[in-house]
């Protein structure tokens, strides 16, 4: 069905930015979202970032204004943008299309690790 690879992730030094892609394999069909979740160490896996199928987004309250999720429907791409990074952003970041209205189904990429450290 839907694969989906995730990459651009790495070590950046605080207040540093980041670009992550998750390309996804095929058309998404009845496409409902796609999303960025990510889980720190010792942690559970939290919602970064949502971006509807029409386009509206949400974000954590922990990235507001320092992240932006978009996508390119052309290129089956999603990106999540991270800017002025914390080290509290330390965490693998997981792609997440879901798939139906009402009834759905997710898919998830396999993570790229994000480590924010001086």
């Known amino acids: 069905q839907v694969q989906l690879v995730e990459s651009g992730g790495g070590l950046v030094q605080p207040g540093g930015s980041l670009r992550l892609s998750c390309a996804a394999s095929g058309r998404l069909f009845s496409l409902n979202s796609m999303a960025w979740y990510r889980q720190a160490p010792g942690k559970e896996r939290e919602l970064a970032a949502r971006i509807s199928s029409d386009g509206w987004t949400n974000y954590a309250d922990s990235v507001k204004g320092r992240f932006t999720i978009s996508r390119d429907d052309a290129k089956n791409t999603m990106y999540l943008q991270m800017d002025s990074l914390k080290p509290e952003d330390t965490a693998v970041y997981y792609c997440?299309?879901?798939?139906?209205?009402?009834?759905?189904?997710?898919?998830w990429g396999q993570g790229t690790q994000v480590t924010v450290s001086s």
């Open positions: 997440n299309v879901r798939l139906g209205r009402f009834m759905y189904t997710d898919y």
